[in-house]
T-cell receptor, first 114, second 112 residues
């Protein structure tokens, strides 16, 4: 199993541009989530999904959209990039959010918005 | 206040000594408490977790203890080694257990 795969690894955007961060998992996990990591702020939840067709907001959802059309994929869309969205983004999945099983993280996407 | 708080923010220990990191949480309904280790430039990886029906769990040099009454849980690392140097994050479930909230992390430095 590849686990959780994130692409791209690095990205530079100009203010106002849009882009999609890709996340895919091959473990048949029901639960998927997106976190952003900023220095001194820990990991903050952006959006999450407890199954295909179901998404919900986390702690810091503004400026981001998600969809979950399949169990495997959970892309994160930045609608109009802002410098405040410069961060490292981690996608994570688990067998079941309801059962509180361990989260498996991808390797992260480092995003810079100029 | 914060949903999950970690103390201290930075901890330096001599190789071979023990390290203890404490986390407090606010939601009395939380029932799952994992600890993650993140090395520089890498992804967070689970090292140990505990559920609310258990008071203590051990895995070799690592242990976690949970005090539900006081709403805090701690990570204990014994016989520390240089490879234990990393940032450690605690987390707790929130809002019906669909969300996992993380603390801000503890930088542990093991001095050879």
């Amino acid at each position: 199993n590849a686990g959780v795969t994130q692409t791209p690894k690095f990205q530079v955007l100009k203010t106002g541009q849009s882009m999609t961060l890709q996340c895919a998992q091959d473990m048949n996990h029901e639960y998927m989530s997106w976190y952003r990591q900023d220095p001194g702020m820990g990991l903050r939840l952006i959006h999450y999904s407890v199954g295909a067709g179901i998404t919900d907001q986390g702690e810091v959802p503004n400026g981001y959209n998600v969809s979950r059309s399949t169990t495997e994929d959970f892309p994160l869309r930045l609608l109009s990039a802002a410098p405040s969205q410069t961060s490292v983004y981690f996608c994570a999945s688990s067998y079941s959010g309801q059962n509180n099983s361990p989260l498996h993280f991808g390797n992260g996407t480092r995003l810079t918005v100029t | 206040g914060e949903n999950v708080e970690q103390h201290p923010s930075t901890l330096s220990v001599q190789e071979g000594d023990s390290a203890v990191i404490k986390c407090t949480y606010s939601d009395s309904a939380s029932n799952y408490f994992p600890w993650y280790k993140q090395e520089l430039g890498k992804r967070p990886q689970l090292i140990i977790d505990i559920r609310s029906n258990v008071g203590e769990k051990k895995d070799q040099r690592i242990a976690v203890t949970l005090n539900k009454t006081a709403k805090h849980f701690s990570l204990h690392i014994t016989e520390t080694q240089p490879e234990d140097s990393a940032v450690y994050f605690c987390a707790a479930t929130l809002y019906g257990n669909n969300r996992l909230a993380f603390g801000k992390g503890n930088q542990v430095v093991v001095i050879p």
